[in-house]
C-alpha cells in the first residue's frame, strides 16, 4: 500500500516537474555526446558520459553551475583524448572554461568556439591542431580573457583580427610554426598582462607602440627571426615583471628607457646581437633577480652599478666581448646564486666575493683571468656548502691548487683545466664526496695521483691528461666505481695498469696514451661492459690483448706505439708458450721409506741436473749457430743487395717497362724498381728498419726516410698488407698506374721493391709536415696557417681530387694526416688508390684498414647495397674541409659528450651561428666573404645521400667563385 501511495505521488507532481525543468538542460548533454562521438578514448576517461542522463553535472571532467545546472566548465587535459573537436561543443551556451590541453586533438581550429558569449578561457595548448587560424576567430572574440593555442602546429601569420579582442588579459601562440611579421594590431590590446609569441618562425622588427601595454606582466617572444632594435619604447610598460627576447636575431643598444622597468624581476636577451657598453643605469633596476645578456657583443667593463642589485639571483654575461675587471660593488649583492662570465677578455685576479658570498654556481672559464686561485679558510671549521658547480677553466692562473679544496664540501663539478697550475694534486680532493666532475687537465701538475682519491665515491669524470704527472696509478682508484671517464694522457705515469681499473664496471672511455707504463695489459679489463674508447698508444706495454668482442675491435690507433704489444689488432703475432719439459723418474714407485732410497734419490737427482744441463748446452748451441746463421745471411742479403744495385740497368722492353729496375732472377733477392733517378739507395736497405729513418705510421703502413744515390732524399712506405695482395703481378701492374699520375699537388709515386712478404712503395719526400700537425699540434706562430693559407690548401686538395677522377682512380683514404704541406705552403696529397692494391674492395678491410681516422668514412661504406664511388672522396674532402676552417678535429670527445663536427656546424648553420665554428685562432684577421660560404660547401659535400654531393670538377668551380665572388652569383652565401 505504502508504494501505491508514493507512485500516486509521483504522478500527481511529474506535470508541475516537467513545467518547472530547464527546457535547455538537455541541450548540454546532447552537445557532449555528440562531442563524445568524434572522438577516441584509449583509458576510457569518459566512459561516465551517458546518453541516458538528464544532466551532465556528474560526468567526469564536467562542472556545472550549481543554481542552473548548467555546464559552465569542461576540463579534459592529459585524458589521452584523440579525433577533432566537434561542433558539439557549441551547445554548450553557459560554458566559461575550456580546457583541453595535453591530448592528441588533430584538425583545424573551429571558429564557433568564440562565439560561446560566455566563454572566457579557452587552453587547446599541446595537441596536433595544424592550419591557419581563422580570422574570424578572433572578430566574434566576445568576452574571452585568455587564449592559449600553445605547442600546436598552427601555421602562417597571426590574424590581424586579434586586435578586435580588447577583452583579453593573456595571449599564448606559441611553439607553433606561425610566420611573418610581428601584428601591430597586439598593441592595442591595452588590457594584456601576458603575451606569449615563442618558438615560432615570426620575423621584422618588433613595431613601437608596446607602451600602451600598460598592463604588460609578461612578454616572451623568445626563439624567433626577430630582427632590428628593442622597442624604445618598451620602458612604457611600468608594470612588466618578466622580459624574454632571447634567440633572435635583434642588434643595438639597450633602450634606456629600459631603466624605468624598477618593477621587473627577469630580463633574458640571450642569443642576439646586441652590442654597446653595458650601462650604468642596468643598476636603477632594482628588483632584477634573473638578468641573461649572454651570446651578444657587449663590450667594455662591467658597470660598478650592478652592486646596487641586490635582489639578483642569476647573472649570465657569458660570450661577450667584456674586458676589465670584475667590479667589487659585487660583494653587495647578497642574493647572488649563480654567476657565469665566461668566454670574456676579463682580466685581473679571481675576486674574493665569488667566495664571500657562498654562491652555488660560478663559470670564469675562457677569460685571462691571472693570479692563484685562493679559498679563505676563516676559522678551521668553516665550510663552503653552497658550491655546486666551479669552473676556472681556460685562463692564465698560477700557483697551487688550493690544498684546503676539501672546505667545498658539496661541491659536483670542478674544472681548473688549460691554465698554469703547478704542484701536486692536494690530498683533501678525497674530501669532495659529492664530485661528479674533475678536470685538472693541460696545467704543469707534478706528483702522483693521491691514493686519497678513494674516497670520491660519486666521481664519474676524471680528467688529468697534458701535465707532468708520474709515479704509479694507485690501486685505490678502483673505488671510484661509479667513474665513466678516466684520462690521464701526456703524463709521465709508470708501471703497471692496475688491475683494480675492471671494478669500474660503469667505465666508458679510457685513455692512458702517451706516458711510460710497461707490463701487460690486465685480462680482466676485457670484463667492462660499457667500454666503448680505450687508448693506451705511445707505452711501452707488451704482450697479449685482453681477450672479447670489444679488444676483437679496437682500433690500430689506439693501441700503436707500444712494440712489443701483439694480436691481430696490431697486426702482430704472439710467440707461441711452449710448455715446461717434464723429467720423469724411472724409479719413482720404489718406494721412499726403503734405507736405500736416500742415496738412489741422490743419484736420480743427479741424472736430472745432467739432463738439464745438456739441455741448457744444447740451447746454447743452438743459439750460436743461429747468430751464425743470421750473419751469414745478412752478409748474403748485402752482398745480393750490392750486386743489385751495381747491375742495375735501363730496359727497353717497352713503354710500361720503360724503368730502372733491379734483376728478379734470384728468388732470394728483393725487385728495386724506380721510376726514374739513381735507383741505388745511399744508406744502404737497412735504413729502412732503423727506427731513427720512422717517419709516421697510417692504415697501410709505416713510412721512413732515405736517400737516393744521386743525394735525392725519398719516403718509404713499407706495406702491412702484404697477404692481401693477390701477386707480384697484380703489385707492380697497380703500382705502374699509380706511378704515371703527375700532378703538383700529388705526392708522385718514384717506385716499388717487391719480395713475397715484403713490399715497398718509394715516394718523394715532401719536408713541411702533415696538414693535421699544422691544424692540431704545431703551437709556434710561425707554423699558424692563416686564412688564404688555409683556402689555398683547401683548393689545392680540391684539385688533386678532381685530377684523380678524370684518372678513374678513387682516393679512399682521404684524411688530414694524408695531406702534406712542402716548403711554400702547397698542399701534396698521399696515399691515393693503394686501395687497389687489394683484390677486392672488401669494405670491412677498408673501414679497419684504410678509413682508420674515425669521421672521414661515407656511410655508404655501411651498406652493402650502395656502390661506393668518387663520392665517397667527396664526403671526406667534405669533412677536410670543415677541419681546416674550425681547426678542431672530425670527432672529439668533450667531457659528456661525443662531438662530430659534421653535425656540430650543421647545427650551428641551423640555428644561425655558423660564424661561431671558425677556428678561434683566426679571429681578427679578415676573412673576406669566404670562411663561411666554404663551410656551406663542406656541408653540401658530407650529404649523406651521394648523389646529393657534387663532383670534384664542381668543387673546383665553385671554390674559384667563391674566391672570386664579383664574377658569380652569391650562391653559396
Known amino acids: 500500500m505504502r508504494k501505491l501511495a508514493v507512485l500516486c505521488a509521483f504522478i500527481l507532481v511529474l506535470p508541475h516537474f516537467v513545467l518547472s525543468r530547464d527546457p535547455n538542460l538537455n541541450d548540454d548533454v546532447l552537445g557532449l555526446i555528440v562531442f563524445k562521438a568524434d572522438l577516441h578514448d584509449p583509458s576510457s576517461k569518459l566512459v561516465s558520459w551517458n546518453e541516458d542522463d538528464n544532466s551532465a553535472c556528474n560526468w567526469e571532467g564536467v562542472k556545472c553551475n550549481p543554481r542552473t545546472n548548467r555546464v559552465t566548465e569542461l576540463a579534459l587535459d592529459g585524458f589521452s583524448l584523440s579525433g577533432r573537436i ?104 591595452n588590457g594584456l598582462r601576458s603575451l606569449d609569441l615563442s618558438d615560432n618562425l615570426l620575423e621584422g622588427e618588433i613595431p613601437k607602440g608596446i607602451e600602451r601595454l600598460y598592463n604588460l606582466r609578461t612578454l616572451t617572444l623568445q626563439k624567433n627571426k626577430f630582427s632590428g632594435s628593442l622597442p624604445e619604447d618598451i620602458g612604457g610598460c611600468l608594470l612588466l615583471k618578466s622580459v624574454d627576447l632571447s634567440e633572435n636575431s635583434l642588434s643595438g643598444n639597450l633602450p634606456d628607457s629600459m631603466k624605468r622597468l624598477t618593477m621587473c624581476s627577469s630580463v633574458n636577451l640571450r642569443s642576439n646581437s646586441l652590442d654597446g657598453k653595458l650601462p650604468a643605469w642596468i643598476g636603477e633596476m632594482t628588483s632584477l633577480q634573473f638578468l641573461d645578456l649572454s651570446s651578444n657583443r657587449f663590450s667594455g667593463e662591467i658597470p660598478e652599478s650592478i652592486g646596487n642589485l641586490i635582489a639578483l ?67 678551521e671549521d668553516r665550510v663552503y656548502p653552497n658550491f655546486r658547480f666551479l669552473d676556472f677553466s681556460v685562463n692564465l692562473f698560477s700557483g697551487e691548487i688550493p690544498s684546503n679544496i676539501g672546505l667545498l664540501s658539496n661541491l659536483q663539478f670542478l674544472n681548473l683545466s688549460t691554465n698554469s697550475l703547478t704542484g701536486e694534486i692536494p690530498t683533501s680532493i678525497g674530501e669532495l664526496k659529492a664530485m661528479d666532475v674533475l678536470d685538472l ?85 676485457s670484463n667492462l661492459p660499457h667500454l666503448v674508447s680505450f687508448n693506451i698508444s705511445y707505452n711501452h706495454l707488451q704482450g697479449e690483448l685482453p681477450a672479447g668482442p670489444f679488444f676483437n675491435t679496437i682500433p690500430p690507433s689506439s693501441l700503436s706505439g707500444n712494440p712489443s704489444l701483439c694480436g691481430s689488432a696490431v697486426n702482430r703475432s704472439c710467440p707461441a708458450v711452449l710448455p715446461k719439459p717434464i723429467v720423469l723418474n724411472p724409479n719413482s714407485s720404489s718406494d721412499s721409506s726403503d ?31 743461429g747468430v751464425v746463421l743470421v750473419t751469414l745471411l745478412n752478409l748474403r742479403v748485402r752482398s ?50 732503423n727506427k731513427d729513418c720512422e717517419l709516421g705510421r697510417g692504415g697501410f703502413g709505416a713510412v721512413y726516410r732515405t736517400v737516393l744515390g744521386d743525394g735525392r732524399p725519398v719516403a718509404i712506405k713499407k706495406l702491412t698488407v702484404s697477404s692481401l695482395v693477390k701477386s707480384q703481378e697484380y703489385f707492380e701492374r697497380e703500382v705502374k698506374k699509380l706511378g704515371k699520375i703527375s700532378y703538383q699537388n700529388l705526392i708522385s709515386l718514384e717506385g716499388y721493391y717487391w719480395t713475397p712478404s715484403l713490399q715497398l712503395l718509394i715516394y718523394e719526400f715532401v719536408s713541411g709536415g702533415s696538414l693535421y700537425k699544422h691544424l692540431h699540434e704545431n703551437t709556434a706562430s710561425s707554423s699558424f696557417l692563416l686564412w688564404q693559407d688555409r683556402f689555398n690548401i683547401i683548393l689545392g686538395i680540391a684539385k688533386s681530387l678532381d685530377h684523380l677522377h ?69 664526403y671526406g674532402f667534405g669533412v677536410l674541409v670543415l677541419e681546416i676552417v674550425t681547426g678542431r678535429r672530425p670527432v672529439e670527445y668533450m667531457e659528456d659528450d661525443v662531438v662530430v663536427l659534421c653535425d656540430m656546424v650543421r647545427g650551428a648553420l641551423e640555428e644561425g651561428r655558423v660564424e661561431e665554428c671558425i677556428d678561434p685562432r683566426l679571429r681578427g684577421e679578415f676573412l673576406g666573404e669566404e670562411a663561411v660560404p666554404v663551410m656551406k660547401l663542406g656541408l653540401i659535400c658530407t650529404s649523406q645521400v651521394p648523389s646529393n654531393r657534387p663532383d670534384m670538377a664542381e668543387v673546383v668551380n665553385i671554390l674559384e667563385l667563391i674566391r672570386c665572388p664579383a664574377e658569380s652569383p652569391d650562391s653559396l652565401g
Not at 685576479?349 to 654562491?359: A, Q
Open 806 to 874: 678524370k684518372m678513374n682512380v678513387i682516393h679512399y683514404n682521404l684524411k688530414s694526416s694524408n695531406v702534406l704541406i712542402d716548403g711554400s705552403g702547397e698542399p701534396k696529397v698521399g696515399d691515393f688508390g693503394l686501395a687497389k692494391l687489394l683484390p677486392t674492395l672488401d669494405r670491412y678491410v677498408l673501414s679497419s684498414k684504410i678509413q682508420s681516422a674515425l669521421g672521414y668514412m661515407a656511410p655508404e661504406f655501411a651498406c652493402t647495397t650502395v656502390k661506393i664511388t668518387e663520392k665517397c672522396d667527396v
Open 441 to 525: 687537465s693541460d696545467n704543469r701538475l707534478n706528483g702522483s695521483i693521491p691514493s686519497e682519491i678513494e674516497r670520491a665515491a660519486a666521481l664519474k669524470k676524471l680528467s688529468i691528461d697534458k701535465n707532468s704527472l708520474a709515479g704509479v696509478i694507485p690501486t685505490q682508484i678502483g673505488k671510484c666505481s661509479s667513474l665513466t671517464l678516466l684520462t690521464l694522457s701526456h703524463n709521465n705515469f709508470m708501471g703497471p695498469i692496475p688491475t683494480s681499473i675492471a671494478n669500474l664496471t660503469n667505465l666508458e672511455i679510457l685513455n692512458f696514451s702517451f706516458n711510460n707504463f710497461t707490463g701487460t695489459i690486465p685480462k680482466n679489463l
Open 313 to 379: 639571483k642569476e647573472l649570465i654575461f657569458s660570450r661577450n666581448n667584456l674586458r676589465g675587471n670584475f667590479p667589487a660593488s659585487m660583494v653587495e649583492c647578497k642574493a647572488l646564486v649563480s654567476t657565469d662570465f665566461s668566454r670574456n677578455s676579463l682580466t685581473g685576479n679571481l675576486p674574493s666575493w665569488i667566495f664571500e658570498l657562498g654562491l652555488e654556481s660560478i663559470s670564469v672559464s675562457g677569460n685571462r683571468l691571472t693570479g692563484s686561485i685562493e679559498i679563505p679558510a676563516g676559522s
Open 595 to 625: 734405507p736405500g732410497s736416500f742415496n738412489s734419490n741422490l743419484h736420480h737427482k743427479k741424472i736430472i741436473l745432467s739432463i738439464s744441463a745438456l739441455i741448457a748446452i744444447g740451447a746454447a748451441v743452438m743459439i750460436a749457430l
Open 86 to 189: 566537434g561542433r558539439g561543443l557549441l551547445q554548450l551556451g553557459s560554458l566559461r572554461r575550456l580546457s583541453l590541453s595535453k591530448n592528441n586533438f588533430t584538425g583545424s581550429l573551429n571558429p564557433g568556439l568564440a562565439r560561446l558569449k560566455s566563454l572566457s578561457v579557452i587552453d587547446l595548448s599541446e595537441n596536433g591542431l595544424s592550419g591557419a587560424i581563422p580570422n574570424e576567430f578572433f572578430q566574434q572574440c566576445g568576452s574571452l580573457r585568455a587564449i592559449s593555442l600553445a605547442k600546436n602546429s598552427f601555421s602562417g601569420e597571426i590574424p590581424p583580427s586579434l586586435g578586435s579582442c580588447t577583452t583579453l588579459a593573456a595571449l599564448n601562440l606559441s611553439s607553433n610554426k606561425l610566420s611573418g611579421s610581428f601584428s601591430g594590431g597586439l598593441w592595442s590590446l
Open 640 to 689: 745480393v743487395t750490392s750486386r743489385s744495385a751495381v747491375a742495375i740497368t735501363l730496359s727497353g722492353a717497352g713503354d710500361d717497362d720503360n724503368y730502372s729496375r733491379s734483376p728478379a732472377t734470384d728468388s732470394n733477392s728483393g725487385k728495386l724498381v724506380l721510376f726514374s733517378g739513381d735507383p741505388e739507395l745511399s744508406t744502404g736497405t737497412h735504413a729502412l728498419l
